[in-house]
């Protein structure tokens, strides 16, 4: 179960713990990013897309996350971390998929490119999610850091 209710102190090895995570994000976004605009431009539609590319990103941030940004590289129970870590990213991904498919026509034609508005959506969508798969984690997954 998630406690969520001790406080995390942002020391500086937080900070550090942070900004890790925050660069195995960026490249595990890149990754889903990428992914998302080719699968989208080879005619699958937003959600199967947006679903598989957010799960490739999934797996590059649990390896680097649990090798680098938590040290836990060395724990023998990697599957119950992997099992949690995934828990908490599909809670993300559902937040992500509301957040897009919410705002992809909103945000399209604010742009005025309807066709290209599942970006600004999974922009915003993963600023939002980031600081939900942080805690979640940091707080649950990697507890004993």
């Not at 431009?41 to 937003?46: D, I, R, S, Y």
């Not at 508005?117 to 999610?129: D, E």
Request: proline share 6%.
């Amino acid at each position: 179960m998630i406690c969520m209710n001790a406080p995390i102190a942002f020391s500086s090895p937080e900070i550090r713990r942070f900004s890790r995570f925050l660069t195995v994000g960026a490249v595990g976004t890149l990754l889903d990013f990428t992914l998302l605009t080719l699968l989208k431009l080879a005619g699958m539609p937003t959600l199967p897309a947006n679903t598989l590319s957010f799960t490739a990103g999934l797996i590059n941030n649990f390896t680097w996350n649990r090798l680098w940004t938590f040290g836990g590289g060395t724990s023998p129970n990697w599957r119950k971390q992997f099992a949690q870590f995934t828990l908490v990213s599909l809670i993300g991904l559902a937040l992500n998929n509301l957040i897009v498919l919410t705002l992809e026509a909103p945000l399209g034609t604010l742009f005025g490119q309807p066709a290209w508005g599942y970006l600004p959506a999974k922009l915003l969508a993963t600023a939002l999610v980031v600081f939900w798969n942080y805690f979640a984690n940091r707080k649950w997954t990697f507890s004993s850091i």
